[in-house]
């Protein structure tokens, strides 16, 4: 961060107006970036490391939360509707939550967290996203939606109530 407000003010007298001063901020967060991920290519995160199958991709969503394909009027359809939160907003705005979206967002890989953050937590359009990280649109929905999907999952395992074990 601390290299990217630095690159911010040594050439902010070079800033031609081309692309809005946030756009041209995260150009420069990009790129010192890249040059940290270069000098550390060497490393391998664990994160990155292939699960049990490398072959067989994890689904975003799991099979089982729908309705299956010879379903007489929904084929493919949600099995059920989103389990409603009934709690004070108070706990929503809890640090305890906030906890956790932070987690899974830092689960999530290096691109979808990106994409997520810009997103979601920045509030970029999805041009403003395209027009930084160069995808194409598509690609940027490819890396949205599943990322969306692990953080509501996670979201729905922490909000959802605790079962009484008997």
Known sequence: MQETWLGVLR???HFERRSSL???IFKIA???ARAHAVRESRCLPFS???GPDPDRPEPSVDADRFLPP???RHPGHWARPPAAWEMPEERLLSNETRGAILAAIEQLPPAQRLVVALRD???WSADEACEALEPSDANQRLL???GRSKLRTALERHLSP???TA
Do not use: F, M
Request: charged share 15%; glycine share 8%.
């Open 121 to 123: 937590i920045e509030g």
């Open 30 to 32: 990009s790129n010192i």
């Open 48 to 50: 990155s490391l292939p």
């Open 22 to 24: 946030k756009t041209w």
């Open 70 to 72: 010879d379903h007489p």
């Open 11 to 13: 050439g902010l007298a």
């Open 162 to 164: 605790v079962e009484a």
């Open 144 to 146: 949205l939606h599943p």
